[in-house]
């Protein structure tokens, strides 16, 4: 099993700048993906980014230039840094985590509790 918590959100004024965390520990396998989604009141959860353990990132059109994923992969920790909010990426922030098997090639599919943000015009 694998678990996710996440820290980091919290209320912001239109441009400004939120830092969230998100640290993974359990069976881990040092092949996985880590990344951040989001999901809006009435909308569904949609990808911010993702990280693979190389440092391939990739980013949802919404948030290029103004949000930065990063890893530490000793710690298990990805991070991201979110800079000149609007309000439209007010959100429950979710980390994701995919972990694949160096045997099997199965992979495990883990999501943290959520960090809200919320950006205020």
């Known amino acids: 099993q694998v678990q996710l918590v996440e820290s980091g959100g919290g209320l912001v004024q239109a441009g400004g700048s939120l830092r969230l965390s998100c640290a993974a520990s359990?069976?881990?396998?040092?092949?996985?993906?880590m990344g951040w989604y989001r999901q809006a009141p009435g909308k569904q959860r949609e990808l911010v980014a993702t990280?693979?353990?190389?440092?391939?990132?990739n980013y949802a059109d919404s948030v290029k230039g103004r949000f930065t994923i990063s890893r530490d992969n000793a710690k298990n920790t990805v991070y991201l840094q979110m800079n000149s909010l609007n309000p439209e990426d007010t959100a429950a922030y979710y980390c994701?985590?995919?972990?694949?098997?160096?045997?099997?090639?199965?992979?495990?599919?883990?999501w943290g509790q959520g960090t809200q943000v919320t950006v205020s015009s």
């Open positions: 359990g069976n881990i396998f040092s092949r996985n993906v």
């Open positions: 994701n985590i995919r972990s694949i098997s160096p045997i099997t090639l199965g992979t495990g599919v883990y």
């Open positions: 990280i693979t353990n190389s440092g391939s990132t």
